[in-house]
């Protein structure tokens, strides 16, 4: 094939849907429609003549031609995108990006981060922040991702990471809650109040309040009933609403306490088995964006 007539849109929407396993997710990450992936695919296997895919009722299947040109694609895109990184950031300080693309998991993002924002917009030349609230599994470079903020265990594949804060388990509620229900005496009277779960990602329903018993001496077995959520913010705003008890991330939820939104219900502070991290490729150069970006991220947790 002569080099001119590279298909290039072809080429991206392949590499995007196999990494994906997936058209949805192809036209996602590159912003166009279904279809519009679709077509590509299909333009690409007519003018190599050969399938690249076998479509299933599960998705995209890759066929051993696809396997084959798979590499060969995402190591080539991979150098064009570290190359032109580095044109980038060596040309000084009028080349410095003026945005930095960051994702968080949504309870940090609203109950810490944002709080903060203003403190770096007040720098001189601060360049702008693109958050993406989300809990969906990490791919840095997919998304052209500057930092990845998750709570959890390392290793993360094929990210560098670095300790953002750990985090203490403690049961909240909203002040009218508190006002009318029995105070916890004892942590073991926390299974006669309705609990709210957060339901983190790869834990089983209960398993924060689970451990918090633990860690206050109590063993609960079994399943716990109570109102199911899937993010420690929605679990914060159900107890400010007076939905009931949640387990709260005691270094998070410091505006609310000041603020009088929630009380807590215990004393009890239980340490988490996950933490918080900054994830990222590779460790941003010196004098960038991204390296301002990350020192004044953990200047404002140094600093409370």
Known sequence: MNRRNLP???LRAFEAAARHAS?????????????????????LESQLGTRLFERTNRGLQITSSGE???????ESFDRIND?????????????????????????FASKWLVPRLASWYAEPGASRIHLL???????????????????????????????LMSIHMVPVCSPEY???????????????????????????????????LKGCGIDCPGQLDGLSLKDPALAMQAAADGLGLAIGYFELIDRDLNSGQLV???????????????????????????ARFRDWLLGQLENG
């Open 133 to 163: 609230p989300s809990l969906d599994d990490l791919d840095l470079q997919a998304g052209n991702i500057d930092f990845a903020i998750r709570c959890g265990i390392p290793p993360w594949p094929d990210h560098s990471h670095e300790l």
């Open 23 to 43: 058209v949805s997710g192809a036209a996602r990450e590159l912003s166009v429609t279904h279809s519009a992936i679709s077509h590509q695919l299909k333009l």
């Open 264 to 290: 807590c219900a215990s004393a009890q502070r239980i340490k988490h088995d996950y933490s918080y991290y900054l994830l990222h490729r590779r460790a941003p150069e010196s004098g960038s964006a991204a």
């Open 83 to 107: 190359r032109l990184t580095d044109l980038q950031q060596n040309q000084g300080p009028a080349a410095i990006p003026d945005i930095i693309n960051v994702t968080s998991t949504p309870s």
């Open 68 to 74: 084959s040109l798979l590499p060969v694609l995402s």
């Open 8 to 10: 290039f849109n072809a």
């Open 178 to 212: 508190a006002a009318t229900s029995n105070a916890l005496k004892h942590p073991i009277d926390a299974l006669r109040h309705n609990l709210i779960h957060a339901d983190i990602a790869e834990q089983s329903r209960g398993q924060e309040w689970h451990d918090w």
